[in-house]
């Protein structure tokens, strides 16, 4: 869309470029925080409404420390894995773009908390997680056809692991508010990963609302890969004519104005032909005819 365009041309100066590599420090100091003290995030660092209106305001910002996984097993792996997301992600739409996602996201967490709290007195703590998945959702969108190694040995391409996540968000969001908590149903949802609590479906339901929103809108602006692609080999291809465009070079000893600011450069009109020749073999070059 164009106010997406617009908003780039004015704050565009003020994004962080390589994003995801502060997230994932931060991440990664999280992670440290939860080996050391597993009590800490939630007592004092989660999004807390209650506790952000009793003057906890840090919460608001040290929310997003919560790492994506808390086994030492695979928090490398997923460490690596986000990472290479938001790297991809910001070099498809740009720093100012991906900024614009990330942030977004975590403003409607905060926003969605707060009133929450305000208008029905719940008090529901957020952390990262489905932050997270919004972004996996934007890279299988972007880029479909990528194969990851589902359980480090089965090829799968990006869109099936996609669909599986929209499907998780799904019932998520369905199964926080009409599964009690503590039923049989709910243990089940629980064995597959599914905690079904109104906070994790309001989570759930924010960060697909988030990606829904700024897809939507960048598919509007036509910013697919093909696009991008195209418009990158056209502005290279326009670069580097102009480049040979304004460049003068002799035909004899092959030397331009890049090799001296004291050299000058003619054509000949004796010459059948546009040839060019430096100082020192306009007067004694062998006329082409």
Known sequence: MRWLDRMERRFGKYAIPNLMYYIIILYALGFVVQVVSPELYSSYLALDAAAILRGEVWRIFTFIIQPPTGSFIFIFFSLYLYYMIGKMLEYQWGAFKFNLYFFSGLLLHV????????????????????????????????FPDVQFLLFF????????????????????????????????????????GILAMPANSVAALVSFLNFIIFFLATRRNKFSPKEVKRRRTYAKKVRVASEKSNQHRCVICGRTEKDGEDLEFRFCSKCAGNYEYCQDHLFTHEHRR
């Open 111 to 142: 926003i969605v908390c707060l009133l929450i709290y305000l208008v029905t007195g719940y008090n529901l703590s957020y952390g990262t997680m489905y932050l997270n998945m919004s972004l996996f959702f934007a890279f299988a969108a972007l």
């Open 153 to 192: 040995i089965i090829p799968i391409k990006c869109k099936y692991l996609g669909y599986a996540n929209g499907l998780y968000f799904l019932i998520t969001i369905i199964a926080g508010f009409v599964v009690p908590v503590g039923s049989p149903t709910w243990f089940s949802l629980a064995q597959f």
